[in-house]
């Protein structure tokens, strides 16, 4: 880190803010004369002015004026570059220094810098309208020296240097940011000749010089240190030192992947490549970039800055191959390639899916699966488990006890994939598999998010109470239950618990289950308005209590797909009070799922019959089921005009 500056320009007590210098005129422009002029002699010794015949204002009048001579004959004297004496010399100046004017510049002495000349050129005028001595740059230590890089000139004084160009005048360097500028080759550097003059009283104190291909911008924490190149517009862009990025902390750094270079910044870094110019990453986007593998990872260089104010007060920013995105509930998650583009048909963050909660997950070595608990996720292979992997991962479960364990209740399925990947969302998850199809799934959560956001492919009619039975692909009989309530900020879930579809899994969106031998569930969306079992348990549905006569029509006549009541017992018709008093209960309590029956539609024949959710939790013949105290506590909170949407998730979802 380079030292601190000695002095803040703008601040110095002897001379106020620093002005900018302004352009040198024709007649003041350095010459190589200057250049040229002879070593000065020997400077007196301290020990002249502690003679004691001499007092000290005696021992000024003495040593300066007779220095200030010796100096000048050097010069030529009369007929030397410096010219005639315009007036005896005169002292008493700061710090007890003396000057006397020449017909081409001033010869200024100091017991500690002896007798240095100032050329009236450009140098000198920029220094003597700054205040001369009395500046913050104070008195001359060496003389003027030009045959730099340009044709350029400088002059070196107490506090600073002057550095003099044909493009920028004369303008003075000090500090830590003149130093910083002389590691990096001075004028024949990066950046070039300074431009104007340092600007300090910045933000924490700092102070910010401007060259010609760069600034270099001084802390107190961050040191000098340069912006140049491409980064160094971008930065100012960025509104500089008072930006997202705040001081450098360091040089530029190239040589990256893709012939890229970056400069760390207080609050980030700054990062090139010639496919994207110069973009700055920052905060929680910047650290999960970093530990992906920066510029190497499969995001690559970003193409942008990060841009907020996203739904939920997320931000995003784009990289080459993809974005991160960030939200307060989910952190900073990669998003690329098929999975995402799929993730952008749906609506981006704006989707029921949400936010991405994880990155991108790539095939299981060893034929292995995984699944996702609410507080962890187990792994199974077949060197770690003696059973298949979906029983092995249960047995776990079970002896960490269940969903009471430190991994809680699972919140997907079981993955098992070789070759497939699959990304997590806020609620669901998209798999993609090697022959190209990205597969969408859901979770209870989601179900409610895609209420309130569109992402339905059938209606639910503002129904105060929605419920879900979803299964994640066709002839799959399991089912997620679960019932989404209407609240003033929109749907949210209420409750969720695993179920059993039709033993032949749900029938194709648009097409009629037909006979239950069929032993399909229908697709859609269905209102349920009565209830039936063998005791209210309380509700506001129209409940049947079920008796020996207790039938559902099943046969092709005026009963079908209707409750009546009959001592024959005929199949197809369903003898209801069987079902709910035989040792499997099923019928004990159930509700009436309206497909193929109005309210929602005319009764078509041999469409469909007896669609009920009931307890006895088992794969049926087109029904749903649960255990016996989900299907009261659904009886006991629903209302006639309550919906259930059911199917395949890909079916059910947009």
């Given at each position: 880190m380079?030292?601190t500056?000695?002095?803040?320009p703008?601040?110095?007590?002897?001379s106020?803010p620093?002005?900018?210098p302004?352009?040198?005129s024709?007649?003041?422009?350095?010459?190589?004369?200057?250049s040229?002029?002879p070593t000065p002699?020997?400077v007196?010794?301290?020990d002249?002015?502690k003679?004691?015949?001499?007092n000290?204002?005696?021992?000024?009048?003495?040593?300066?004026?007779a220095?200030?001579d010796?100096?000048?004959?050097?010069l030529?004297?009369?007929?030397g570059s410096?010219?005639?004496?315009?007036a005896?010399?005169?002292c008493?100046?700061a710090?007890?220094g003396?000057?006397?004017d020449?017909?081409g510049g001033?010869?200024?002495w100091?017991?500690a810098?002896?007798?240095?000349?100032?050329?009236?050129?450009?140098?000198g005028?920029?220094?003597?309208r700054?205040?001369?001595?009395s500046?913050w740059?104070?008195y001359?230590v060496?003389s003027e020296?030009?045959?730099?890089?340009?044709?350029?000139?400088?002059?070196?004084?107490?506090?600073?240097?002057?550095?003099w160009?044909?493009?920028?005048?004369?303008?003075?360097?000090s500090?830590?940011?003149?130093?910083r500028w002389?590691?990096?080759g001075?004028?024949?550097g990066?950046?070039g000749?300074?431009?104007?003059?340092?600007?300090c009283?910045?933000?924490?104190?700092?102070?910010?010089q401007?060259f010609e291909?760069?600034?270099?911008?001084?802390?107190a924490?961050?040191?000098?240190?340069d912006?140049?190149?491409?980064?160094?517009?971008?930065?100012?862009?960025?509104?500089?030192?008072n930006?997202?990025l705040?001081?450098?902390?360091?040089?530029e750094?190239?040589?990256?992947?893709?012939?890229?270079?970056?400069?760390?910044f207080?609050?980030?870094?700054?990062?090139?490549?010639?496919?994207?110019?110069?973009?700055?990453?920052?905060g929680?986007?910047?650290?999960?970039?970093?530990?992906?593998?920066?510029?190497?990872?499969?995001?690559?260089?970003?193409?942008?800055?990060e841009?907020?104010?996203?739904t939920?007060?997320?931000?995003y920013?784009?990289f080459q191959r993809?974005a991160?995105m960030w939200s307060?509930?989910?952190?900073?998650?990669?998003?690329?390639?098929?999975?995402?583009t799929?993730?952008?048909?749906l609506g981006?963050?704006?989707?029921?899916?949400?936010?991405?909660?994880?990155?991108?997950v790539?095939?299981l070595?060893?034929?292995?699966?995984?699944?996702d608990?609410e507080?962890?996720?187990?792994f199974?292979?077949?060197s770690?488990?003696a059973?298949p992997a979906?029983?092995?991962i249960?047995?776990?479960?079970n002896?960490?006890?269940n969903?009471?364990?430190t991994?809680g209740?699972?919140n997907s399925?079981?993955?098992c994939?070789a070759?497939g990947?699959?990304?997590?969302?806020?609620?669901?998850?998209l798999d993609?598999?090697?022959?190209?199809?990205?597969t969408?799934?859901?979770?209870?959560?989601?179900?409610?998010?895609?209420?309130?956001?569109?992402?339905l492919?059938y209606?639910?009619a503002?129904?105060?109470?929605v419920s879900?039975?979803i299964?994640?692909?066709?002839?799959?009989?399991?089912?997620t239950?679960?019932?989404c309530?209407?609240?003033d900020?929109?749907?949210h879930?209420?409750?969720?618990v695993?179920?059993?579809?039709?033993?032949?899994?749900?029938?194709w969106?648009?097409?009629?289950?037909?006979?239950?031998i069929?032993?399909?569930?229908?697709?859609?969306?269905?209102t349920?308005?009565?209830?039936f079992g063998?005791?209210?348990p309380?509700?506001?549905?129209?409940y049947?209590?079920?008796?020996?006569?207790s039938?559902?029509?099943?046969?092709?006549?005026?009963?079908y797909?209707?409750?009546f009541?009959?001592s024959?017992?005929?199949?197809?018709d369903e003898?209801m009070?069987?079902?709910?008093?035989?040792?499997?209960?099923?019928?004990?309590?159930?509700v009436?799922?309206n497909y193929?029956?109005?309210?929602?539609?005319?009764i078509?024949?041999?469409a469909?019959?007896?669609?009920?959710?009931?307890a006895?939790?088992v794969?049926?013949?087109?029904?749903?089921s649960l255990?016996?105290s989900?299907?009261?506590?659904?009886?006991?909170?629903a209302?006639?005009?309550?919906?259930i949407?059911m199917g395949v998730?890909?079916?059910?979802f947009?």
């Amino acid at each position: 880190m380079a030292p601190t500056p000695t002095s803040t320009p703008s601040s110095d007590s002897s001379s106020g803010p620093t002005p900018t210098p302004t352009a040198a005129s024709p007649e003041v422009t350095p010459t190589a004369t200057a250049s040229a002029e002879p070593t000065p002699s020997a400077v007196p010794t301290a020990d002249a002015s502690k003679d004691p015949a001499v007092n000290g204002g005696a021992a000024v009048v003495a040593d300066g004026p007779a220095a200030i001579d010796e100096k000048w004959k050097a010069l030529g004297g009369p007929t030397g570059s410096y010219g005639a004496a315009l007036a005896p010399a005169v002292c008493e100046l700061a710090a007890d220094g003396c000057k006397r004017d020449f017909a081409g510049g001033s010869i200024y002495w100091t017991s500690a810098t002896g007798a240095v000349a100032v050329w009236n050129g450009a140098i000198g005028g920029q220094w003597k309208r700054l205040g001369a001595e009395s500046s913050w740059l104070k008195y001359p230590v060496s003389s003027e020296s030009c045959g730099l890089p340009g044709g350029g000139c400088s002059q070196a004084f107490q506090s600073g240097t002057f550095y003099w160009s044909a493009a920028n005048g004369a303008v003075p360097l000090s500090g830590g940011i003149g130093l910083r500028w002389s590691q990096i080759g001075g004028a024949a550097g990066r950046l070039g000749y300074p431009a104007g003059a340092m600007t300090c009283g910045l933000v924490e104190g700092g102070c910010l010089q401007h060259f010609e291909r760069g600034s270099i911008a001084w802390s107190a924490s961050a040191g000098a240190w340069d912006v140049g190149g491409a980064i160094a517009p971008r930065w100012a862009e960025l509104a500089g030192q008072n930006g997202g990025l705040g001081y450098p902390v360091g040089g530029e750094l190239c040589g990256l992947s893709g012939n890229g270079c970056s400069q760390n910044f207080q609050r980030g870094t700054m990062m090139w490549s010639p496919g994207t110019g110069a973009q700055p990453t920052w905060g929680g986007i910047r650290t999960r970039w970093v530990e992906l593998g920066s510029e190497k990872s499969g995001l690559g260089y970003p193409t942008g800055r990060e841009v907020c104010g996203l739904t939920r007060s997320g931000c995003y920013q784009g990289f080459q191959r993809g974005a991160m995105m960030w939200s307060a509930g989910t952190g900073a998650q990669p998003t690329w390639g098929a999975i995402r583009t799929r993730w952008a048909e749906l609506g981006f963050e704006n989707s029921w899916l949400g936010y991405p909660t994880g990155r991108e997950v790539c095939g299981l070595p060893g034929d292995g699966c995984s699944q996702d608990f609410e507080r962890a996720t187990i792994f199974w292979s077949p060197s770690t488990g003696a059973q298949p992997a979906g029983g092995a991962i249960r047995v776990y479960y079970n002896q960490r006890g269940n969903g009471a364990s430190t991994l809680g209740y699972p919140n997907s399925p079981e993955y098992c994939s070789a070759a497939g990947c699959r990304q997590y969302y806020q609620w669901g998850w998209l798999d993609w598999e090697p022959d190209g199809r990205v597969t969408l799934h859901v979770t209870p959560v989601g179900y409610c998010e895609a209420i309130n956001r569109g992402g339905l492919r059938y209606d639910t009619a503002g129904a105060k109470r929605v419920s879900f039975a979803i299964a994640e692909r066709y002839s799959s009989t399991p089912v997620t239950f679960a019932t989404c309530l209407k609240g003033d900020s929109g749907y949210h879930l209420e409750w969720n618990v695993p179920g059993y579809a039709g033993e032949s899994g749900f029938a194709w969106a648009g097409v009629a289950t037909g006979p239950t031998i069929n032993k399909y569930s229908p697709t859609g969306s269905f209102t349920v308005s009565d209830a039936f079992g063998l005791g209210n348990p309380g509700t506001a549905l129209n409940y049947i209590t079920l008796n020996s006569y207790s039938r559902w029509g099943g046969r092709l006549n005026g009963n079908y797909n209707k409750y009546f009541e009959s001592s024959a017992d005929v199949f197809p018709d369903e003898n209801m009070w069987y079902y709910a008093t035989r040792p499997s209960h099923d019928y004990r309590q159930g509700v009436v799922i309206n497909y193929n029956r109005p309210p929602d539609s005319p009764i078509v024949m041999n469409a469909g019959f007896a669609i009920f959710l009931h307890a006895n939790r088992v794969p049926t013949w087109g029904c749903i089921s649960l255990l016996e105290s989900d299907v009261t506590r659904f009886i006991r909170s629903a209302v006639p005009g309550d919906r259930i949407v059911m199917g395949v998730g890909g079916d059910v979802f947009r």
